[in-house]
């Protein structure tokens, strides 16, 4: 997390007006799929009370910083992450709390994690859309000094490195220090100090959350990365209220290249407790003696959407390699069955896929930049010692194997997780075949959907 010092933007959020707005009720479920869009990925964050979120979804960050990262996380900030259910669990009402906490010798534990997904990236003309729900930290005031709870993005080449921020890019969804009714939506890109993006500081803007303060209540918070148009443009929003935009044509194309040429974000959410933002916005050194514990971030659900729907294309018109294909699309297949889902978002999985069976998947569009991986949403109640493998051949259900992952008893036909797997580099557009592969002839997966990253 690197995002700092925006506090000249302060006095601007706390001077815009609030309008009121519809409540709903914390542990909502993730919203309807909006007609036009396909869901690419959510956690609603469902589950018992003091338990960790799901760790086929999420990665929990530790310490105090990356093994070979920066010190402090890069900004300064003072807390030791933890994986303690003190720290982060699931409320049992649909709800993650992250809660900053002190002990009695003065040392702050907080929580950080991020989504194994690393590759949320928009395809070429469509509309990429990543969502959540939170409430900020109930504190304001001398109490909530040094409170920095975060929503965020960061460029998956950063995973392992650690020292080529803000080359890779971050995008700042929702980001507030100090109890603050605000949320900030910042860019980070470019070099650092100074450059295109103005870093540390990246390009902001601040408001005021609508209706109920960011704290008393749970907003939405939203940002865009549009592909759709040229020049792309970049948005942030609060409870759907346009109040960021950055359009590509501010940068040179070496700064957009590396910010948006690369597999993808994965995301991000913590509540960090001082540094570089919430001390230069207070003007001294945060937390103090009058910083309370104990005030949870309250995440209700975090969604990903992209614009374009995944049904069955018109004859000609094929898949975009990079947009999330229902599996049930197929144009033909062999030993499959379609059926009612219960994964996020709803509509139809293939079911009864036993070895032999296959899915083809016409005019499948790989572009010019070589796709080197393949992601399935995968589901499987097969029997104990019953496994098999998710192959992917261009051509032919015969034809040589680019890629494959295997998979066993998930849990149930409809426990689903989202498995990836490495492919040779493909390009160009290819009949696309789903082959299926096991040393038993029961039925061992369930897919619900699949997709193609760099």
Not at 305 to 327: E, K, L, N, V
Not at 431 to 437: E, G, H
Request: charged content about 10%; hydrophobic content about 35%; proline content about 6%.
């Amino acid at each position: 997390m690197r995002r700092w010092i925006i506090a000249l933007l302060t006095a601007a959020a706390a001077g815009l007006a609030a309008t009121a707005v519809a409540v709903t009720p914390a542990g909502a479920a993730v919203p309807p799929t909006p007609s036009g869009w396909s869901l690419v990925w959510a956690d609603d964050f469902n589950g018992p009370a003091n338990t960790l979120p799901s760790s086929e979804n999420w990665i929990i960050d530790t310490g105090h910083g990356y093994p070979g990262g920066p010190a402090n996380w890069g900004t300064g900030e003072i807390q030791n992450y933890t994986s303690s259910t003190a720290n982060l669990s699931l409320d049992g009402s649909g709800n993650l709390r992250i809660t900053p906490i002190r002990s009695a010798s003065g040392e702050w534990t907080s929580a950080r994690i991020e989504t194994r997904r690393a590759d949320f990236k928009p395809a070429d003309g469509r509309i990429l859309r990543i969502e959540g729900r939170i409430q900020m930290p109930n504190v304001t005031g001398d109490q909530a000094l040094g409170y920095w709870p975060a929503f965020w993005a960061l460029g998956s080449p950063y995973r392992g490195n650690y020292w080529n921020w803000p080359a890779i890019g971050e995008f700042d969804i929702m980001e507030n220090v100090n109890g603050l009714n605000s949320v900030w939506g910042v860019l980070h890109c470019g070099v650092n100090p100074g450059g295109p993006c103005d870093e540390t500081n990246g390009l902001g803007a601040s408001r005021a959350c609508p209706g109920s303060t960011c704290q008393s209540a749970m907003h939405t918070y939203r940002f865009e990365w549009d592909r759709s148009v040229s020049p792309n443009q970049l948005r942030w929003y609060v409870d759907g209220q346009l109040y960021h935009s950055l359009s590509q044509s501010r940068f040179d194309a070496t700064t957009w290249n590396n910010m948006t040429g690369h597999a993808g974000y994965f995301l991000l959410l913590n509540v960090a407790m001082g540094g570089a933002f919430p001390n230069g916005v207070a003007g001294f050194g945060t937390p103090t003696a009058a910083t309370v514990s104990g005030r949870s971030m309250l995440v209700d659900y975090v969604a990903v959407w992209q614009s374009g729907t995944t049904t069955t294309p018109s004859p000609g018109t094929g898949f975009d390699a990079r947009s999330t294909i229902q599996a049930e699309a197929y144009q033909a297949q062999s030993g499959t069955i379609t059926e009612g889902t219960t994964d996020t978002g709803g509509g139809q999985n293939i079911g009864a896929i036993a070895n032999g069976d296959w899915l083809r998947y016409d005019n499948v569009r790989f572009g010019s930049t070589p796709a080197t991986q393949f992601v399935a949403r995968v589901a499987s109640g097969a029997a104990a010692g019953v496994s098999g493998l998710v192959q992917v051949r261009l051509g032919s259900p015969t034809g040589p194997v680019v890629g494959d992952f295997a998979i066993a008893n998930t849990g149930g036909w409809q426990s689903w997780r989202t498995v990836p797997a490495n492919i040779s580099g493909v390009t160009g557009t290819h009949t696309v075949y789903l082959t299926f592969a096991s040393g038993q002839p029961a039925d061992f997966v369930n897919v619900n959907w699949f997709t193609f990253g760099n």
